[in-house]
């Protein structure tokens, strides 16, 4: 008996030194609202950039501390503290969180989402596959010059719609086949194109860049993966996959532009 009261008692100091620790300021940390009320403003203002300006007006500060989850974040809003955080280097650093490995199917690969000498590798490697394809040089002027003449034939097909233009439809397919050309060496088109633009799009509406609560608690996953929007995270993602991975190739894609000698940056 007195073993398990014994123990009781250190998981009780265990926990409330847990909390101690949890709960309290960092010293010179920026002022922001207690860790427990952030869930609170996030589901009742729904957007972080909304939540963000509220909290600015409310301590009167362009520089906000707030607790993420598990994560400490510093949030800046003025145009000056946003150009210096963008500029300078010890700035440079990317998160690493559940919310973007998940994106990038379970890998921090790439330089959107990596830092350091890994970010300068994954760079050097993007970077001489561009050049090789066409990056910089007359090769890529008439891959966008080809989208431009397919963007004005969209444009001249839609101008007696009664219906009108939405100019982000029109030009999502040229800008994306800059990049597709460039990555995969040949046009994306047809349902193919469709489909990839509606998933980019379901996943741009559906999540805050920063992850929302699948990235403050994954754990949650487990027990609401509808509500945190971990099962349409995984329907997307395995969408995107399947195109990306050239998993439909030879009906995806097409051959209208004399393109870049049969190479291929996707790997």
């Known amino acids: 008996m007195s073993v398990l ?3 009781a008692i250190v998981l009780l100091i265990s926990v409330i030194l847990y909390l101690v620790r ?6 010179n940390f920026p002022p922001g609202p207690p860790w427990w009320s952030w869930p609170h403003l996030a589901q009742e203002l729904r957007h972080q950039h909304l ?3 509220k ?3 409310r301590y009167r500060s362009p520089v906000l501390g707030l607790r993420l989850g598990g994560e400490l974040t510093v949030v800046v809003l003025s145009h000056d503290l946003v150009h210096q955080v963008l500029t300078r280097e010890e700035f440079e650093g990317r998160p690493d969180t559940f919310f973007l490995r998940l994106r990038s199917m379970g890998t921090r690969k790439g330089i959107t989402f990596t830092d350091g000498p890994w970010w300068m590798e994954q760079r050097r490697f993007v970077m001489s596959h561009f050049r090789q394809l066409g990056y910089g040089k007359q090769t890529m002027e008439a891959i966008m010059l080809s989208e431009l003449a397919s963007l004005v034939r969209r444009l001249n097909n839609r101008r007696c719609s009664t219906s009108g233009v939405t100019f982000s439809s029109c030009l999502a397919p040229s800008v994306l086949n800059v990049l597709w050309v460039l990555t995969a060496g040949t046009r994306i088109s047809g349902e ?3 489909r990839l633009l509606e998933l980019m799009g379901r996943r741009m509406r559906a999540f805050d860049l920063s992850g929302g609560t699948l990235s403050r608690y994954p754990w949650l996953r487990h027990i ?3 509500h945190t929007g971990y099962s349409l995270l995984l329907e997307i993602n395995t969408g995107l996959k399947n195109i990306i991975m050239g ?5 995806a894609l097409s051959h209208e532009l004399p393109l870049i000698n049969n190479t291929d940056y996707k790997y």
């Open 22 to 27: 949890f709960f309290r300021r960092p010293t």
């Open 51 to 53: 939540v963000f300006q």
């Open 247 to 251: 998993g439909r190739r030879p009906k």
């Open 55 to 57: 909290l600015s007006q």
């Open 5 to 7: 009261l014994a123990v």
């Open 224 to 226: 609401l993966p509808n």
């Open 192 to 194: 193919h194109l469709d």
